[in-house]
């Protein structure tokens, strides 16, 4: 399973991004589809996931500002990141955990997508 992740980049202090992420291949069913980011010097660290029924989990540094949401027919993740903080900037990676069609697991990544906040 492949997870295509697009929409990084950069942007001013207190403005808005969509990331996007399309999973693809020979996928049954995705359970959770979810965001995480890494910064500099320090660890991965979850943003925010959705599973197959709609209920979103949020760290608690983005809550509020930040929505995850998925459309469960194009296997396909967003998250709408509202006003960003410097503290936002990190390489955001997509995640998507569920089962092939050959009845085993999936726990996938996508490649990386840099957003910077700019003050």
């Known amino acids: 399973v492949q997870l295509q992740a697009s929409g990084g980049g950069l942007v001013q202090f207190g403005g808005s991004l969509r990331l996007s992420c399309a999973a693809s291949g020979s996928i049954f069913s995705i359970n959770v589809m979810g965001w995480y980011r890494q910064a500099r010097g320090k660890q991965r660290e979850l943003v925010a996931d959705?599973?197959?029924?709609?209920?979103?989990k949020y760290a608690g540094s983005v809550k509020g500002r930040f929505t995850i949401s998925r459309e469960n027919g194009k296997n396909t993740v967003y998250l709408q990141m509202n006003s960003l903080e410097l503290e936002d900037t990190a390489v955001y990676y997509c995640?998507?955990?569920?089962?092939?069609?050959?009845?085993?697991?999936?726990?996938?990544w996508g490649q990386g997508t840099l957003v910077t906040v700019s003050s």
């Open positions: 959705i599973n197959s029924g709609g209920w979103t």
């Open positions: 995640n998507a955990r569920g089962s092939t069609i050959w009845q085993s697991d999936f726990d996938s």
